[in-house]
């Protein structure tokens, strides 16, 4: 069974753009979770998406948000981008039932210049 | 946001050593897991607890889920060099299907 998989793998971009990110969960998975990853923060929750919807949030600002398609494959997307938003980001998929057992892609790694 | 609070931050160790590394909280969970990352790539599930007092073993690494469900620690014995890595605990509670995360510890194992 193919894991989870995430692209791009690296991205540099400039202060105001936007981007996009995308992850493809393991099959038969529903949930999908973002992550930021910093050095010293560890891993930060985006949001969750399970059937089409957002499930949970994190507290990060408007600026982050996402989707997820009928396929289960999710979308990422950071506008107006800003220095402090350098990270890895990373997306795990899960069943999506009470077990939240969570499965991890290789992350993009984003730099904003 | 919330966070678990997860010791040693760091350990140097010899191969062979055994290591011993422990996530609290404030909260009560009804589910541990215990994850490790290379550099470069996503945390790998090493164990999942979900019972209080249950104790789980995947070859050389064992885990437990504390009595008071505000605890785990996670063991490795005999340590080899590819134990390097960064170990994350994170937690989960009824009543929020939000993964609380610990700030890891980074264990370097010297050959």
């Known amino acids: 069974k193919a894991g989870v998989t995430q692209t791009p793998r690296y991205l540099i971009k400039t202060r105001g753009q936007q981007v996009t990110l995308s992850c493809s969960p393991i099959s038969g998975h529903r949930s999908v979770s973002w992550y930021q990853q910093t050095p010293g923060q560890g891993l930060q929750f985006l949001f969750e998406y399970f059937s089409e919807t957002q499930r949970n949030k994190g507290n990060f600002p408007g600026r982050f948000s996402g989707r997820q398609f009928s396929n289960s494959r999710s979308e990422m997307n950071v506008s107006t981008l800003e220095l402090g938003d350098s990270a890895l980001y990373l997306c795990?998929?899960?069943?999506?039932?009470?077990?939240?057992?969570?499965?991890f892609g290789p992350g993009t790694r984003l730099t904003v210049l | 946001g919330q966070q678990l609070n997860q010791s040693p931050q760091s350990m140097f160790i010899q191969e062979g050593e055994d290591v011993s590394m422990n996530c609290t909280s404030s909260?009560?969970?009804?589910?541990w897991l215990w994850y490790k990352q290379d550099p470069g790539e996503g945390p790998v599930l090493l164990i999942a607890l979900y019972k209080a007092g249950e104790l789980t073993s995947n070859g050389r690494l064992t885990a437990q889920f504390g009595i008071t469900r505000k605890d785990s620690f996670l063991n490795i014995s005999a340590s080899i060099p590819s134990d390097v890595g960064i170990y994350f605990c994170a937690g989960q509670d009824g009543n929020n299907r939000k993964l609380i995360w610990g700030l890891g510890t980074s264990l370097a194992v010297n050959p």
């Open positions: 909260s009560i969970f009804n589910t």
């Open positions: 795990a998929s899960s069943l999506g039932n009470s077990y939240n057992e969570q499965f």
